[in-house]
């Protein structure tokens, strides 16, 4: 299935590096049971796409059609994450800091229940990291700030799809990352290109999907 973006949605994501969208088709009940039962037994909450087939047709096909209207560039799949009100951040960062992957492209984020957006001062940085409700999803360019302490004022969990650019992703030390050298139980080092083999190409620009 195809997912169109308007020109209009196109430019706010573009102006904006954000954008919720609902009525791309996923399974949210079945989202979140299978990627809690994957985040119980893998360390950190990390990769569990390459665990669960649910989650690998999610990230590699499932969204591939927004993503390509999003960002229009050759992505590969680069992590995901289980996020709970008590292991998000503490304090407001881009979600380019989360992760040990320098070439992030696009992150998709869902939530496991319908949010309200607790009070904001009118000053406070970055955006609410949530949608809100659970059929809505949260593309945001990984840049954005977003507003972590948020989302402990919730009972919300988050699933979180990265996306790296397909030509120049690359594995790196980032010491605010507890995950940081997870890869290297695959055979990277830090400094090293991401391969195909394990974290495949899912969308090219340009093919028809």
């Known amino acids: 299935m195809r997912t169109v973006i308007s020109s209009q949605q196109a430019s706010f994501f573009s102006k904006n590096g954000y954008i919720e969208f609902e009525g791309v088709p996923f ?9 809690k039962k994957a985040a119980d037994k893998i360390p ?11 989650l690998r047709a999610l990230s590699s096909h499932g969204l ?5 209207s ?4 050759s992505l590969r799949i680069a992590c995901d994450q289980w996020v709970t009100p008590q292991s998000a951040p503490h304090q407001t960062v881009p979600c380019k800091d989360m992760f040990s992957i320098q070439g992030l492209a696009l992150i998709a984020i869902f939530a496991s229940l319908a949010i309200e957006s607790p009070p904001r001062r009118s000053a406070a940085p970055g955006i609410p990291p949530f949608p ?3 059929q809505q999803i949260l593309f945001v360019k990984p840049h954005i700030l977003l507003d ?3 989302l402990a004022k919730t009972k919300a969990d988050l699933y979180i799809i990265a996306y790296a650019l397909a030509d120049s992703a690359v594995y790196i030390h980032n010491p605010k990352d507890p995950a ?3 890869l290297k139980k695959l055979g990277y080092s830090f400094g090293d290109v991401l391969q195909n083999k394990f974290h495949p190409i899912v969308i090219k620009s340009g093919l028809s999907l």
Request: cysteine-free; overall charge negative.
């Open 180 to 182: 940081t050298n997870a």
């Open 64 to 68: 591939a059609p927004t993503a390509l």
């Open 70 to 73: 999003l960002t229009g560039k």
């Open 132 to 134: 809100h409700s659970q």
């Open 148 to 150: 972590w302490p948020l």
């Open 27 to 35: 399974d949210s009940p079945t989202l979140f049971i299978t990627a």
């Open 44 to 54: 950190f909450g990390r990769d569990l796409w390459r665990e669960e087939e649910f």
